[in-house]
C-alpha cells in the first residue's frame, strides 16, 4: 500500500481567526514577538494580534547604575560630551534615548490593531517606609476621572499608631502623613497617565488600557470613553503635559506627568483596625479623590456617599483582605479636603 506523502506546513492548514484567538490569549508582547520568526505567515500575522500585554523589565535610566562610583564617572563623562556637543552644535540638542529606545509607544509601533492593552511596570512609584502599604486606583480620559486610595501601617501598634494620630480627631501629624500618602499616589497616577498619551494617539483603535506595577501598588484604568476624550484633546493634552515636565532627572516617564487638576477628597481613617485574618492595620485610612465639578455636575453629599461605595469596592472589591478593610472604613466619619491643581 501506497501512501501519498505531504509536505505541507501543518500551521497552514489553520485559519487565521483561530492563530489571532491564540496570539491574544498569548498576549505577552515579548512572545509574540519571538512567534514571528516561526514562518512568513506568522511574521505577518503577529501584528494583527488586539490583546497585548507588556512587561516592562528595566526603563533605563540616565542615572541608573549599580555602583556609585561609576554612576558619578558616567554623569560627569556624559556632561562633558553635552558640552562638546553645544560647542560643535548648539542648536541641535542631544535627543533622549532612553525615551526613544524604551517608551511603550516605540515597543508597540509593531503593531497595528491594538484593542485592549495591559502594561505591567516593574515596580511600584512609591518610595514607603518600611511597614507602610498603599494600594490605588485611578482613572483617567484626558485628565483625572477619579482616584481611590488605601493605605495604612503594620508593625505592633506603638510608634505606627502614633505616628498617623492614634489619638483620633483625624488632625496633625496623622493628617499630614494621610495627605502625602494622596498626594504620592495621584503623581504616581498622573506619571503613568503622561507615558500612555502617546501610544493612546498612535492606536486609534484602543478601546482598554490598564497600567499597572509588578508590586501591585497602583492601577491607571482608561475606558473606551476616557480614551475617546483623551484623543479628541490631543493638541490641549499635549501643553498640559509640556507645562508639567519635571527636571530630567531620573526614569523619563517618572520625572514627567499629566497635570493633575484641582480636585475634592473624601477622607475616612481608623486609627486601628484589626481584620477577621487576625490582620491589624493601623492609621487604615481610605481616600476618593474627584474632579471639582464646574457646576454642571454637582452632586448630593448621598449620591457622593454612594459613588464612593461604587469606586472603592470597584478598585478593591477583588482582594478579600483590602476588601473587608474598605467597607468597615466606608462606614466611618469622613472629613471633606480640597486641593488645588499641580
Known amino acids: 500500500m501506497e501512501f501519498e506523502s ?24 515579548k512572545t509574540l514577538i519571538r512567534c514571528r520568526s516561526v514562518s512568513k505567515r506568522f511574521n505577518s500575522l503577529v501584528p494583527q494580534a488586539d490583546s497585548l500585554l507588556l512587561r516592562v523589565d528595566r526603563v533605563i535610566s540616565v542615572t541608573d547604575s549599580d555602583d556609585d562610583d561609576d554612576s558619578f564617572l558616567l554623569a560627569f563623562l556624559r556632561s562633558i560630551i553635552k558640552s562638546l ?41 512609591l518610595r514607603l517606609e518600611k511597614g507602610t502599604t ?9 485628565t483625572l476621572k477619579s482616584c481611590v486610595i488605601l493605605g495604612f501601617r503594620s508593625g505592633d501598634g506603638g510608634n505606627a499608631e502614633a505616628e498617623l494620630g492614634g ?29 500612555m498619551v ?11 488600557l490598564l497600567i499597572k506595577d509588578r508590586e501591585d501598588e497602583g492601577k491607571v484604568v482608561m475606558d473606551k470613553k476616557g480614551l475617546r476624550e483623551c484623543r479628541e484633546n490631543e493638541g490641549e493634552e499635549g501643553e498640559v503635559n ?12 517618572r520625572s514627567n506627568r499629566t497635570t493633575v487638576p484641582a480636585v475634592r477628597m473624601r477622607m475616612r481613617h481608623e486609627a486601628r483596625m484589626e481584620l477577621s485574618n487576625g ?28 459613588g464612593d461605595v461604587g469606586l472603592a469596592l470597584g478598585a478593591f ?22 486641593m488645588n491643581s499641580f
Open 242 to 253: 509640556n507645562a508639567s515636565s519635571g527636571n530630567g532627572v531620573g526614569l523619563w516617564w
Open 134 to 142: 498603599i494600594r490605588w486606583k485611578a482613572e483617567f480620559g484626558k
Open 198 to 208: 502617546e501610544v493612546v494617539n498612535e492606536h486609534k483603535e484602543l478601546e482598554s
Open 279 to 306: 490582620t491589624k492595620m493601623f492609621g487604615a485610612t481610605l481616600v476618593v479623590v474627584r474632579p471639582i465639578s464646574s457646576g454642571v455636575d454637582i452632586r448630593s453629599e448621598v449620591e457622593e456617599q454612594n
Open 167 to 195: 489619638g483620633g480627631g483625624g488632625a496633625g501629624g496623622g493628617l499630614k502623613m494621610r495627605v502625602v500618602w494622596t498626594i504620592s499616589a495621584l503623581i504616581a497616577a498622573s506619571a503613568r497617565h503622561y507615558m
Open 317 to 338: 472589591g477583588d482582594d478579600a483582605v483590602y476588601c473587608e478593610a474598605v467597607e468597615r472604613l466606608l462606614k466611618s466619619r469622613s472629613y471633606i479636603l480640597e
Open 85 to 125: 556637543h553645544h560647542l560643535v552644535s548648539p542648536s541641535k540638542p542631544v535627543p533622549n534615548p532612553t525615551r526613544s529606545q524604551n517608551s511603550p509607544a516605540q515597543i508597540l509601533k509593531e503593531f497595528e490593531r491594538i484593542r485592549d492593552l495591559q502594561i505591567e511596570l516593574p515596580s511600584g512609584d
Open 6 to 29: 505531504d509536505h505541507s506546513d501543518g500551521f497552514d492548514r489553520i485559519p487565521d481567526p483561530l492563530i489571532y484567538l491564540i496570539f491574544n490569549q498569548i498576549s505577552d508582547i
